[in-house]
């Protein structure tokens, strides 16, 4: 199993104004659900990436609340209409308290 | 385990049926919209008479799970080769070497090495998987510990090689020193073997195409190994498939890295030299 949390982020570099583009993202996560137990029959905690969001120029695209039966390595597709030229900021929030953050940035010609 | 890549747009696509699996299908293979894959070719002279042609595993699953594999975004195992690559650039042991000190980049250096493997090694006097030339690699010149065989860093290193490879045919050599070993190999896929008696050959090559219970049977090869496997979520070593084959016909398995499954892995990949290097590629 992979150990390190990696995001990553695939959008567009340009599109026309008011056009639709679709966003692709992972995140490596072991996810794991707290249902598990390990060898000892202790139960494993829980650990996941529970909040995922989007947002462009500040303004909220996609917020998503992950529940324990999400498998490994997260991964979320979806559409968002790109008014003007700027900036996409993703963050994934995990369990533990870390925040992983991506931003990748789009030209509206 | 039910595994399934989570997308918002098709969430509700979910619900469709899937059509029933028959035999492969006539789809095509363009990974990135580049790299376009030999899927289907003629069987090596070796196979005369056995095959009248051979078929990559990749036509022999859904439409889901063959996508997955055309982008590399999409491709999981990709987050295993991104592993690697780290390790790639990493000191270890006590000559102060890592793989790049030698080899540079891989992206160069690793092109067409995978489509080799597994060949023989004059120095060791034996039949070398590319994992046996990793570890060797770690323990002569980097005085490093070997990797533990198909454990994590192993398989990961594996793809990300193998991912260079990518589109280019499989072509081990069969004769020459290699050629004992790749007898012994053939004899195994010949063996049957546990309390269901069967030989890999009664599957593979008599039975690809039809359902095993649930599952649906393929030539078999293994040009798409490292494979990232969906029911296991994590990528799968070509000898720790062969393990999970022998272990439901009820057999006791020979080990990772044991001299019968090297010889297998020679065999088994000559059978597919034609194929595309495929690895690492997406199965479920």
Request: proline share 5%; with cysteine; hydrophobic share 35%.
């Amino acid at each position: 199993m992979t150990t390190v949390v990696r995001p990553r982020v695939r959008v567009p570099g340009s599109a026309s104004a008011g056009d639709a583009v679709t966003i692709k993202t992972l995140i490596s996560h072991k996810m794991e659900s707290g249902q598990r137990k390990d060898s000892d029959g202790n139960i494993i905690p829980r650990s996941i990436i529970n909040r995922f969001t989007c947002d462009f120029n500040g303004e909220n695209v996609i917020d998503v609340t992950l529940e324990p039966a999400i498998s490994t390595n997260p991964y979320f597709e979806f559409e968002a209409t790109v008014p003007e030229s700027g900036e996409f900021q993703f963050t994934w929030y995990d369990d533990d308290g870390s925040v992983y953050e991506d931003t990748k940035s789009i030209t509206v010609e | 385990m039910m595994k399934k890549v989570l997308t918002v747009s098709s969430a509700l696509l979910m619900s469709t049926v899937p059509a029933l699996a028959r035999g492969p299908d006539d789809n095509t293979l363009v990974v990135n919209g580049e790299i376009e894959m030999v899927t289907k070719t003629e069987a090596p002279a070796h196979l005369d008479g056995v095959l009248p042609e051979i078929i990559s595993g990749w036509h022999y699953r859904s439409e889901e799970t063959q996508q997955l594999q055309s982008d590399d975004f999409e491709n999981p195992s990709m987050i295993f080769v991104d592993d690697a690559e780290e390790a790639w650039n990493t000191v270890e042991g006590s000559s102060g070497n890592s793989c790049a000190s030698c080899h540079e980049d891989a992206a160069e250096s690793m092109v067409g090495v995978s489509a080799t493997y597994p060949k023989w090694n004059e120095e060791a006097g034996q039949v070398y998987t590319l994992q046996n030339q990793v570890n060797a690699c770690r323990t002569e010149r980097m005085g490093a510990e070997p990797w533990a065989y198909d454990a994590g860093p192993a398989l990961n290193m594996e793809a990300l090689i193998a991912s260079h490879s990518r589109g280019m045919p499989v072509n081990v050599a069969i004769d020459g020193p290699a050629a004992e070993t790749w007898e012994q190999g053939r004899e195994i896929y010949y063996t049957r073997y546990g309390q269901l008696e069967l030989a890999c050959s009664n599957c593979h090559e008599n039975n690809n195409g039809n359902h095993i219970r649930a599952d649906h049977l393929s030539q078999g090869h293994i040009n798409g190994f490292p494979t990232y496997r969906l029911r296991n979520a994590a990528l799968i070593g070509t000898q720790s498939r062969f393990r999970g084959c022998i272990r439901d016909t009820r057999a006791e398995t020979f080990a990772t890295g044991s001299p019968e499954l090297v010889a297998l892995e020679l065999y088994v990949r000559s059978r597919g030299n034609g194929l595309s290097v495929e690895g690492p590629a997406v199965r479920n």
